[in-house]
C-alpha cells in the first residue's frame, strides 16, 4: 500500500511563511492537501493532478498558498505565504492513485493518506 508522509508544520507569526512536504512511498494520480481546525470539519485547501499539471485551491487560501511538486520523486509542497490564524489546522496530505472522475476537493475520493502535520499560527 502507497504511504504518505508529511512534514514542514510548526509554529508562524501571522502574516509568516511555512512550507509543507509530502512523499508516497508510490506513484500516485493525484495529491493533495486538506486541513481540519480545532472544532472545524476537515476542507480542501490545494491539489495537483500530475498528468495535467492543473493545480487546484479553496477560495481561502487562493493567492496566498502555492502547490508544487515532482511527480517522479512523488512528492508534493504547500507553500503557504500571508499565514493567518484562522490558518491554524492539522495538515493531511492525501492521494488518488489511479483515475476518477470526482472533483479534487472531494476529501471521499481519496485513497491514501498521511498522519498530519500541526500548522499554528499566532496573532
Do not use: H
Not at 508562524?12 to 509543507?20: C, K, P, T, V
Not at 512511498?25 to 472545524?40: C, E, I, K
Not at 502555492?66 to 504547500?78: E, F, L, M, P, R
Amino acid at each position: 500500500q502507497v504511504q504518505l508522509v508529511e512534514s514542514g508544520g510548526g509554529l508562524e507569526q501571522a502574516g509568516g511563511s511555512l512550507r509543507l512536504s509530502c512523499t508516497a512511498s508510490g506513484r500516485t494520480y493525484v495529491m493533495a492537501w486538506f486541513r481540519q481546525g480545532p472544532g472545524n470539519e476537515r476542507e480542501f485547501v490545494t491539489a495537483i493532478r500530475w498528468s495535467s499539471g492543473r493545480t487546484y485551491y479553496a477560495d481561502s487560501v487562493k493567492g496566498r498558498f502555492t502547490i508544487s511538486g515532482d511527480n517522479a520523486k512523488n512528492t508534493v509542497y504547500v507553500q503557504m505565504n500571508s499565514l493567518k490564524p484562522e490558518d491554524t489546522a492539522v495538515y493531511y496530505c492525501a492521494a488518488r492513485l489511479y483515475y476518477t472522475y470526482n472533483s479534487p476537493s472531494a476529501d471521499t475520493s481519496y485513497e491514501t493518506w498521511g498522519q498530519g502535520t500541526q500548522v499554528t499560527v499566532s496573532s
